[in-house]
């Protein structure tokens, strides 16, 4: 018979922070790197823009509860496929960021939050709307943000240094154009991250370098009407 523990044996008289989860999500639209936000329906912050998140059950599980309060109040349900190591043709990459847990970073008492960054290839970010205790859910212009609750503008701002620094080293710059690029989208795409103009030569001369992706054999016509080579990302 398997033996019974009693959880009351191991019960410590000690504070017991709560914890929660936040999800930032990233995806390019209209040529602008886009942050979903919910308006808050509860107080604290009620009627605030937050990034979507809450409270982990116990029977859950940090990624499990990330991927149902994202549901919960957006709508967004990421596929199972959704991870790092996630193929080069999957369109939504996940992984966790980092936790945060300054003392008064929330007025209801001591919570931690561990924070998930989501990014979705352009294109197939799905319409939200909010849901459970969130009014509304939008994308909103990740470098033009309303008054936000919490600390979660600094969390945003975090996520955005994750990206930035990881573009080639995770290969995240790949998960910000369609399956199949240009090599024109793929400078986009940095260029959108780090907020400066590229050198086209110089760009391409090190994107080659770095390595990472091959000829997807397809060719198709640019935004100047040339016919160029496609290129498809090769996960290490």
């Keep these: 018979m398997a033996r019974r523990i009693d959880k009351q044996q191991h019960a410590y008289d000690y504070p017991r922070p709560m914890v929660t989860v936040d999800v930032v999500v990233l995806t390019p639209v ?9 308006r808050r329906g509860r107080s604290p912050f009620k009627g605030h823009w937050a990034l979507p998140g809450g409270f982990v059950d116990m029977d859950e599980s940090l990624t499990d509860a990330a991927r149902r309060e994202l549901a919960e109040e957006t709508g967004l349900r990421l596929p199972k496929s959704a991870g790092r190591s996630a193929r080069g ?16 970073r929330d007025p ?3 919570v931690i939050t561990v924070v998930y960054l ?15 205790d969130a009014d509304e859910a939008a994308w ?7 008054k936000l609750a919490f600390d979660h503008r600094d969390i945003i701002r975090c996520a955005l240094d994750r990206l930035r620094t990881s573009l080639e080293c995770e290969g995240l710059g790949f998960r910000l154009v369609p399956v199949e690029f240009t090599l ?4 986009h795409a940095h260029e959108m991250v780090l907020r400066r103009r590229l050198n086209r030569r ?17 060719r198709r016509r ?15």
């Excluded at 979705?120 to 709307?129: C, D, L, T």
């Excluded at 640019?222 to 290490?236: E, K, M, N």
């Design 222 to 236: 640019d935004r100047t009407g040339r016919v160029v080579p496609l290129y498809r990302y090769r996960p290490a």
């Design 89 to 104: 043709s999957t369109n939504v990459w996940l992984d966790q960021l980092r936790s945060f847990g300054q003392p008064d």
């Design 202 to 218: 110089r760009f391409r001369r090190e994107v080659r370098a770095l390595g990472g992706f091959e000829p997807s054999g397809q």
């Design 184 to 187: 024109d989208e793929l400078q």
């Design 30 to 38: 209209d040529d602008r790197l886009r942050v979903l936000l919910i």
């Design 140 to 146: 909103f212009n990740v470098y033009r943000l309303p």
């Design 108 to 110: 209801r008492g001591r």
């Design 118 to 132: 989501a990014v979705i290839r352009p294109g197939h970010a799905p319409e939200v709307i909010g849901g459970d």
